[in-house]
């Protein structure tokens, strides 16, 4: 599980890697004439307009041969590290063996293999499979087949639940922010509170709603669910009538040290979702996995067959890493060992808070980790608390997340407007490379802690910046 020596490199015949090559000191200037500028100014603001030139294992690599252990792994999407070289071999050889591709028209093996692979490790009478390329696309298959089967119009998500920002599934998320200057959105869909049974039962018993949707582990901000809650709202969902719908995008595969969340707590959902680390990191793949009567009450009738499709849900590239991906987590045990790694993470992150007033709380399943901050006591620490906040609610976070990439070369991200930073190492994560991040963060949080803290004066100064800027624009 140690990093991994870089590949041989590939003919290229077109020049496309030479031309990248040339051009990489011109990477950000091409997002910003082409992406999205913003982005662009927010990495330059917190420091992380790096050139990063490859990736292997758990780290990321700049021009000038710096390692970053990275925490944040796209999310998840790069769950057994960057460029695994199992998968990468895969890859290779589907390549190489001139396979068909047409998805519409054809099935190939790889894509039966992979749905019965994936049915294997979910609950008995799971075995109805749906491919697409993103976790949003799955989460909207299951909006429409729900509907669908139900014959019921509306939807129910939970506060501070994220499902993808795709129009569907946005109607769903529980956070407003990401819902500015989008409406009107879907119509039918509202919210409880995650833990909230009695709100939850209230909105089922009109019996109108198809189905229920909710991530076992919110990962905004790796929020645990209350004990009984789940177990509790699949019965309310039964005993209503509605489809019960686990979102494991990001808990899937791994991540909290079973295949899936679920297993936690003995769920039998009607839909299962699944995304992210499908691929181990190579190829955009996603699968909406249900119940058959429910697929086939949704377009299982020959001139309905082809109401629901993905262009490239089911091509070869992404059911080949994808199968790939289950054969290396079973071969190199990594179920267990997120299990084992993610205990010292957690452990060690427990400890740290024992010091740091400034870890509020710890919350964690497997290599699922989150740490919420809270409000330090002093009256000068609480004034530039108070600043910071008042210039952007998920500014805060930054106080860590800066320093620990600028001066340890770790990378982690903030989890929105909130005070919580969330972990999401790659699931071959070393023992010694848990024992770097845990160090790192120890020297942080110590210099956080000092009465002249650089971290804080550059947060400090960054939130003076945004509201000179915000009061700018109300004068234009």
């Known amino acids: 599980m140690d990093s991994h020596p870089p590949p041989t490199p590939s003919l290229d015949s077109l020049g496309v890697l030479a031309d990248a090559s040339a051009r990489a000191p011109h990477t950000l200037e091409l997002a910003s004439r082409h992406l999205d500028s913003s982005l ?7 420091g992380f307009d790096e050139s990063y030139v490859s990736a292997r294992g758990s780290y990321l690599y700049d021009a000038a041969g710096r390692a970053y252990l990275d925490f944040h792994t796209g999310e998840g999407f790069a769950s057994l590290g960057h460029n695994h070289p199992g998968v990468r071999e895969v890859l290779q050889a589907v390549l190489a063996a001139d396979l068909i591709d047409g998805v519409q028209i054809h099935y190939s093996p790889l894509a039966g293999m992979l749905a019965e692979a994936l049915s ?7 075995d109805a499979v749906f491919f697409a390329s993103t976790g949003a696309e799955a989460v909207d298959s299951a909006m429409k087949f729900a509907r669908a089967a139900s014959g019921r119009p509306r939807l129910l998500s939970c506060d501070s ?15 407003e922010f990401f819902k500015e200057g989008f409406g009107p959105l879907l119509p039918g869909c509202a919210r409880v509170r995650f833990g909230d049974l009695e709100r939850l039962e209230a909105e089922l018993a009109a019996k109108d709603v198809a189905a229920f949707i909710l991530e076992p582990i919110q990962g905004r901000m790796v929020t645990l669910p209350p004990p009984g809650y789940l177990h509790a709202a699949q019965e309310l969902c039964r005993r209503y009538g509605t489809l019960f719908v686990l979102d494991e995008i990001q808990t899937g595969l791994g991540r909290t040290g079973s295949w899936f969340a679920l297993e936690q707590w003995d769920l039998q959902p009607d839909f299962v979702l699944v995304g992210k680390a499908l691929s181990g ?5 996603a699968a909406m996995v249900t119940r058959r009567e429910i697929f086939q009450k949704a377009v299982g009738t020959l001139e309905r067959s082809y109401v629901h499709q993905s262009t490239y849900g089911r091509n070869r590239l992404s059911m080949a890493a994808g199968l790939a991906t289950l054969r290396i987590i079973e071969r190199d045990r990594l179920l267990e060992h997120v299990a084992h790694v993610g205990a010292i993470m957690r452990d060690g992150l427990t400890e740290l808070q024992t010091r740091y007033e400034m870890i509020k709380e710890v919350r964690a399943s497997g290599m699922m980790i989150g740490i ?23 500014l805060f976070p930054q106080l860590i997340v800066i320093p620990l990439h600028r001066d340890h070369g770790v990378i982690t991200m903030a989890a929105g407007k909130n005070d919580v930073i969330k972990f999401l190492p790659p699931l071959t994560l070393s023992e010694s490379e848990a024992g770097s991040f845990l160090e790192a963060l120890d020297a942080v949080l110590a210099e956080c802690h000092t ?24 004068l234009k």
């Not at 990191?281 to 793949?285: E, I, K, L, S, T």
């Open 372 to 394: 919420e901050l809270g409000a330090p006591s002093t009256r000068v620490a609480r004034i530039n608390w108070r600043l910071i906040h008042m210039a952007s609610e998920g």
């Open 120 to 126: 294997q490790l979910l609950p008995e009478g799971l």
């Open 451 to 474: 009465s002249s803290s650089r971290n804080l004066a550059v947060v400090r100064d960054i939130a003076t910046t945004t509201m000179r800027r915000r009061a700018r624009a109300k």
């Open 40 to 46: 662009v100014d927010v990495l330059g603001i917190l």
């Open 161 to 175: 639940g994220f499902h993808g920002v795709t129009l569907g599934p946005l109607s769903l998320v529980g956070d």
């Open 281 to 285: 990191g190579y190829m955009p793949v």
